[in-house]
């Protein structure tokens, strides 16, 4: 599948599957926070387990998304 395809797919789903939408989002909203506390000059013990704890959560939800295209492309 070419990029153009895949990002496509991608758009698609963001605009029509409630599950993949709400993933991209949260992931977007993981990212944030995980930046805001990276940027931080010393961040205190309890930023530096939350930004572990986002670290994982990004992940997973990284594979939630990849499960749903590949489920999506494989419908196509």
Known sequence: MSL???????????Q????YRSLVREHQRADARLQEILALPHPRPDELEES?????RKL???????EILRQ?????
């Open 16 to 19: 029509t599957h409630a599950e």
């Open 52 to 56: 572990a704890l986002l670290k994982r």
């Open 4 to 14: 153009a395809t895949l990002e496509s797919l991608k758009q698609h789903l963001f």
């Open 60 to 66: 997973y939800l990284k594979d939630r998304m990849e």
């Open 72 to 76: 999506a492309r494989a419908a196509v």
